[in-house]
């Protein structure tokens, strides 16, 4: 038996990934703009403070947070999620898009569900093109191009249109052949 790959030092254990998406997902929900990602980064070596939260790469992702906070508005409803999800693809959380778009998606029907899988799976894409996952990332941004084709240009405040451009330049450069690091994304 194959013994179960470690995370390299530069990587998040699956289970430090998770507790830090759900601080993450506590701020953005909350008015608090003192929550908990700005204390874990104030107080490291407190007593409320996992082990891993003084990894640098936790520190390194709880910064990006508190940087995204700064920007993200507060809320759960699905236009204010939509808008967080915007500032994180500018932070390159793209994991954590995925994780603040679940819930609607869960709950919608219809075009509304299939535009937020869209939206979802360009994150997706682009979180494998990371992880220099190229073959995973093109069939990713594939059927988020797909699911996306029919949306309005602006859905919801989303600039879908634009995600889309973003999504068929990305996979035109990968199909060739260059990295499958995601592009730099403002929408």
């Known amino acids: 038996m194959a013994e179960p790959q470690r995370p390299s030092p530069d990587e998040l254990t699956l289970a430090t990934r998770n507790a830090l998406v759900q601080l993450l997902l506590a701020d953005l929900a909350s008015q608090d703009v003192d929550g908990a990602v700005r204390g874990l980064l104030r107080h490291p070596d407190g007593d409320d403070a996992a082990p891993w939260a003084r990894t640098a790469v936790a520190r390194e992702r709880l910064q ?73 990332a093109l069939r990713a941004s594939g059927a988020a191009a797909a699911k996306l084709s029919a949306a309005p240009a602006d859905w919801g405040g989303f600039p879908v249109a634009q995600l889309c451009t973003l999504l068929g330049e990305y996979r035109e450069r990968v199909a060739r052949g260059a990295s499958p690091q995601p592009p730099r994304v403002r929408l």
């Open 64 to 136: 990006r947070y508190a940087a995204a906070l700064a920007q993200a508005p507060r809320g759960h409803d699905l236009a204010t999620r939509l808008a967080q999800a915007r500032v994180l693809f500018a932070h390159a959380l793209f994991f954590e898009v995925h994780e603040i778009l679940e819930p609607p998606w869960r709950a919608a029907t219809g075009e509304r569900r299939r535009y937020l899988q869209g939206i979802i799976q360009a994150a997706v894409a682009w979180y494998h093109g990371a992880g220099g996952r190229a073959g995973p």
